[in-house]
């Protein structure tokens, strides 16, 4: 599934967040959005899905117009959103986190079930009967992910997915999403972690003060020193 964001601009009251942005994504690609605390990633992925009121610009997926579609039309429409904060159901067991998820099979997108999920995150099987506010901060991330894949997405945005994460649990996330980039799952990923970037991107576009300051190919950015220490050095 292709995802398509012309001239994005967000406001937050008279404050305005986003300038112009600019994206593209192609089917089982996966790009990685960087950019500093606060410099407008999150507020891209929200603004895309319709969670920002105010803004203006053009949003399609795969030739349909989405700008000012509602959340959930545009959920059913094959786009994925997994937000920062995760927003589990603490109080119900991993199981049932998946089924709130599930909808009917995509054409054009891998098709999940509680099984496949399981196996792409193996922790998750061994706690299926466990209410999820009880497992670990890594666990309840791939809970999240797992839930919205149960939508059977075509294209999914990732924001943040590896922060506050232990290493190990970051090497495990990072390979699934290597899995799903092979199922041909479009991924745009929000993230401040470079070496995970590195290990499964495209593509990059780095965004600094709410505007797309560079973007190019993983190799043309990794041969450039001087973009991540003007973009990305604290």
Known sequence: MRLEVHKLCAFCGRAQILFDVSLK???????????RNGAGKSTTLKSI?????QR???????????TYAPTAQIARAGLGYVPEDRRIFTELTVAENLLVGRQPPRSGAPAWTEKSLFHLFPNLAELSDRPA????????QMLTIARTLMGNPAALMLDEPSEGLAPLIVEQLGKAILTLKQQGLSILLSEQNLHLARAIGDRVSII?????RFEGTMAEFGSDQTISRTFLAV
């Open 25 to 35: 994504l192609e089917r089982g690609e996966v790009v990685a959005l960087l950019g």
């Open 49 to 53: 899905v319709g969670l920002v009121e």
């Open 56 to 66: 203006s610009g053009r949003v399609v997926l795969d030739g349909r117009d989405i």
């Open 133 to 140: 506010g009880e497992i670990s901060g890594g666990e309840q």
């Open 208 to 212: 600094e003060k709410g505007r797309i």
